[in-house]
């Protein structure tokens, strides 16, 4: 399949160890920002999601911090492990003025065994 | 359950030509998406639709267009392809307008000669 990601920001990290991957955003009206993963081949998966009203939300393995103040939103990945190995998209959703959703460039993350 | 599902999977063709590209959303989902996605780059947003009627557009010219029928299916066409439009083509279905929860399938790969 296609490599996605060719000259992205690339964080590598050792199995087991945690991951947390940074993301601005660009638009404080935004509803939904969620977390996706894309793995080479596939469409992107998603992750974890958080509203707009909220600064945390934690899911299994994962958790996405909120910071409105300065826009910037995290994922981070507790005991990271080789299957986590992909390219890692922040989206943000807004719905005033029609639907939209934003994308940031992305992050790839090498998980070393 | 079938996830989405998009055809073709790969198409070649030649600049000034149009393309149709089709989508079948996860049974029961109301609301489709099309997104861009450019090798080395995030998914760009190109439409939206819930029941059947445009919610959202992004930065596309009008070269773009889309619709989506009573089964909930969509389609993407492309006239007058330009050989910028090569790219990853991802649809995306989920049952409501808003919010996240959008499930994504593979894409089409159009490569424009």
């Known amino acids: 399949g296609e490599s996605v990601g060719l000259h992205l920001p690339t964080l590598s990290v050792q199995e087991g160890d945690n991951s947390i991957i940074n993301c601005a955003y660009s638009n404080s009206a935004s509803d939904y920002f969620i977390w996706y993963k894309q793995e080479s081949g596939k469409g992107p998966q998603f992750i974890i999601d958080?509203?707009?009203?909220?600064d945390k939300r934690q899911g299994q393995r994962v958790t996405v911090l909120l910071n409105k103040t300065v826009k910037h939103l995290s994922l981070q990945i507790a005991a990271t492990q080789p299957g986590d190995s992909a390219v890692y998209f922040c989206a943000e959703n807004m719905s005033a003025g029609g639907f939209k959703t934003i994308f940031g460039a992305g992050t790839r993350l090498f998980v070393k065994a | 359950d079938a996830g989405v599902t998009q055809s073709p999977t790969h198409l070649i063709k030649t600049r000034g030509q149009h393309v149709t590209l089709r989508c079948s959303p996860i049974?029961?989902?109301?609301?489709v998406s099309w997104y861009q996605q450019v090798l080395g780059q995030g998914p760009q947003f190109i439409f939206q639709y819930y029941e059947k009627e445009e919610r959202g557009r992004g930065n596309f010219p009008d070269r773009f267009s889309a619709r989506q029928f009573p089964n909930y299916s969509s389609e993407l066409n492309v006239n007058a392809l330009l050989l910028g439009d090569s790219a990853l083509y991802l649809c995306?279905?989920?049952?409501?307008?808003?919010?996240?929860?959008?499930?994504f399938g593979s894409g089409t790969r159009l490569t424009v000669v």
């Open positions: 958080i509203r707009s009203n909220m």
């Open positions: 995306a279905s989920s049952f409501r307008d808003e919010g996240s929860g959008y499930t």
């Open positions: 049974s029961g989902h109301k609301s």
